[in-house]
Nanobody, 121 residues
């Protein structure tokens, strides 16, 4: 139906930057919200940032002023620009999309497989 593929994760030193990308493909009519979540071992997945189809964004308090979410609606792609990275930002980052499929009246949620972000001190 819909595939989400994240890219851009990796290892970076504290204070550095990374840019994550999430490309959605498949039977997409429209995408309402795209979001980024992260998860560390033994913890629940937490919302990092979200952006709706009108480009309204929402951020976790821990990343406000450091992370910026954006999207390219024409390409069904979302981005997360991460700056001022801290060791506590280390996690697997997951892309989320709330998608209206072609021929459907309601939206469904889809997740990417995740990409590892590691910030060294």
């Amino acid at each position: 139906q819909v595939q989400l593929v994240e890219s851009g994760g990796g290892l970076v030193q504290a204070g550095g930057s990374l840019r994550l990308s999430c490309a959605a493909s498949g039977s997409i009519f429209s995408i309402n919200t795209m979001a980024w979540y992260r998860q560390t071992p033994g913890n629940q997945r937490e919302l990092v940032a979200s952006i709706n189809s009108g480009d309204t964004t929402n951020y976790a308090d821990s990343v406000k002023g450091r992370f910026t979410a954006s999207r390219d609606n024409a390409e069904n792609t979302a981005f997360l620009q991460m700056s001022g990275l801290k060791p506590e930002d280390t996690a697997v980052y997951y892309c989320y999309a709330f998608v209206v499929l072609r021929g459907r009246a309601t939206a469904s949620a889809f997740w990417g497989p995740g990409t590892q972000v590691t910030v060294s001190s």
